[in-house]
């Protein structure tokens, strides 16, 4: 007599160690219990599960790269982009182990990102500059490459606010499509850049941001 309880054992393997092979993360037993998690709360919403899914493993590892991707998927929903509210519900999930005032100042900056729907590149600039600042608030012994992750979230930083002054120039209203407009920038298309904060006054933001989330005694 056919077992069919063993069937759905065997496929309860087969869907648990499946991600685990596709991802390679440096922590199995982690994505083991992310995955469960995922299983568990099969019906959480589209930013926490992308949030998980970041969760996996750091931002220097080699899987991030597939997490982000996925990750991008979970919350865009099938959709060519990110809609402002899971962008904001996932923005708020990554910057909740910061200092309030980081936080705060993070949220406000990626809520005007999501005047458009969120793309991949914003998607990964916003992600990994989130979870590089948490690294560099962490004590010095516990962040190897300090300096490296510190460059990185400047450059993100920086792209991040260039996109906002952007943005604010083209005085765009919500929802207009990221793909109508990509001529524009390309073509020099409105004010663009130059509004707004000049580069030399972006810079200074992006580094006040960085000084907020590092230790005092840890730069």
């Excluded at 997490?67 to 998927?73: G, I, R, S």
């Excluded at 606010?161 to 990221?178: F, G, I, T």
Aim: aromatic content about 4%.
């Amino acid at each position: 007599m056919h077992d069919t309880r063993l069937d759905e054992l065997a496929s309860e393997l087969h869907a648990a160690l499946l991600p685990l092979l596709q991802s390679r993360p440096d922590n199995p037993l982690l994505h083991a219990a992310a995955h469960i998690a995922d299983r568990a709360y099969a019906d959480s919403t589209p930013a926490a599960a992308a949030y998980r899914r970041l969760r996996l493993c750091p931002p220097e590892a080699p899987p991030f790269a597939d997490n982000l991707h996925a990750a991008f998927e979970l919350a865009a929903q099938g959709s060519d982009g990110v809609p402002a509210d899971a962008f904001g519900q996932l923005v708020a999930l990554l910057t909740s182990g910061l200092a309030p005032q980081l936080a705060v100042q993070l949220q406000r900056m990626c809520s005007e990102l999501s005047r458009l729907t969120v793309d991949f590149g914003t998607f990964r600039a916003a992600a990994r500059a989130c979870l590089l600042l948490e690294q560099l608030g962490a004590p010095p012994e516990a962040c190897t490459g300090r300096s490296f992750a510190e460059a990185e979230a400047r450059e993100l930083l920086l792209e991040l606010l260039e996109q906002v002054d952007w943005l604010a120039a083209m005085e765009l209203p919500p929802l207009r499509s990221a793909a109508a407009l990509r001529p524009l920038a390309v073509d020099g298309g409105g004010r663009g850049l130059d509004a707004a904060l000049d580069a030399e006054a972006r810079s200074a933001l992006a580094e006040r941001l960085i000084r907020t989330a590092v230790p005092q005694g840890a730069a």
